[in-house]
């Protein structure tokens, strides 16, 4: 397993947050951390770390006595942070937080800008068509973002899926956000596709597609354990070395 040095939040729905205590308690079975579970996140950070810690105590007790584990690998130590700015800054690595308009009910929403040598990549978070999203990405090696699809008969005959779908970013005005950063590759990440018991899901190529009416550079549809290597160009993986 690659070793991660800290977890950075985007915002607080759960589909985001859900995976936090695999990370932070799988992650110290067997000793493998020996370090502080670090956290960083917009406003909410400390109170839910707070409450998982309370949620997982017992777990944590009988761990610590039953496996010996190290009490220093299940410590957490979480940052948080109020405003958009420099969130990281250690060996070469800067992070810059940006907010993001994921709704006017869902805030914090943040994205993140991370810097190394030279080279950026910038990480949407969810978020609509935003101009800050633009205006953080301009000619970055990597832009990863996310990306929601319906059919129109659904968005236009269920209202939910209409609500759900003003939250994220179209295919189409993905496209236009990449046609103006002019990264060198654009990623989606966090694909969804709605659809309900009458109307089918749209599909991957629906996205590719609906990109393509706004947007003719580079492209590359993210999948599970897909890792990028950035040097003059941006190579893909399919899976982790
Ligand atoms: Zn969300
Ligand atoms: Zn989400």
């Known amino acids: 397993m690659s070793k991660v040095d800290a977890l950075f939040l985007t915002h607080y729905h759960s589909d985001h947050?859900?995976?936090?205590?695999?990370?932070?308690?799988?992650?110290?079975?067997?000793?493998?951390?020996?370090?502080?579970?670090?956290?960083?996140?917009?406003?909410?950070?400390?109170?839910?770390?707070?409450?998982?810690?309370?949620?997982?105590?017992?777990?944590?007790?009988?761990?610590?006595?039953?496996?010996?584990?190290?009490?220093?690998?299940?410590?957490?130590?979480?940052?948080?942070?109020?405003?958009?700015?420099?969130?990281?800054?250690?060996?070469?690595?800067?992070?810059?937080?940006?907010?993001?308009?994921?709704?006017?009910?869902?805030?914090?929403?943040?994205?993140?800008?991370?810097e190394y040598k030279g080279r950026a990549v910038v990480i949407s978070g969810d978020t609509r068509y935003d101009q800050n999203v633009i205006k953080y990405s301009a000619g970055v090696d990597l832009l990863i973002h996310e990306v929601c699809v319906a059919r129109t008969e659904l968005l236009s005959s269920n209202p939910y899926m209409r609500r759900v779908m003003d939250h994220h970013t179209s295919p189409r005005e993905a496209g236009q956000v990449f046609s103006l950063a002019k990264p060198k590759l654009a990623v989606y990440s966090h694909l969804v596709f709605l659809g309900s018991d009458k109307i089918p899901r749209a599909t991957v190529e629906d996205i590719v597609a609906g990109t393509r009416e706004t947007y003719d550079g580079p492209l590359q549809v993210g999948a599970d354990l897909m890792s990028f290597e950035i040097g003059h160009t941006v190579i893909v993986r399919q899976r982790n070395p």
């Open 17 to 114: 947050t859900l995976g936090i205590p695999d990370l932070w308690l799988t992650g110290w079975l067997n000793n493998s951390r020996k370090e502080p579970f670090r956290l960083i996140g917009p406003v909410g950070a400390k109170s839910l770390m707070t409450s998982l810690e309370a949620a997982y105590a017992l777990d944590i007790k009988i761990r610590l006595e039953d496996e010996k584990l190290s009490p220093e690998g299940i410590a957490t130590v979480v940052e948080e942070f109020e405003k958009d700015g420099v969130v990281y800054d250690r060996d070469d690595v800067k992070v810059i937080a940006f907010t993001v308009d994921h709704g006017a009910a869902i805030k914090p929403a943040v994205g993140y800008r991370i």
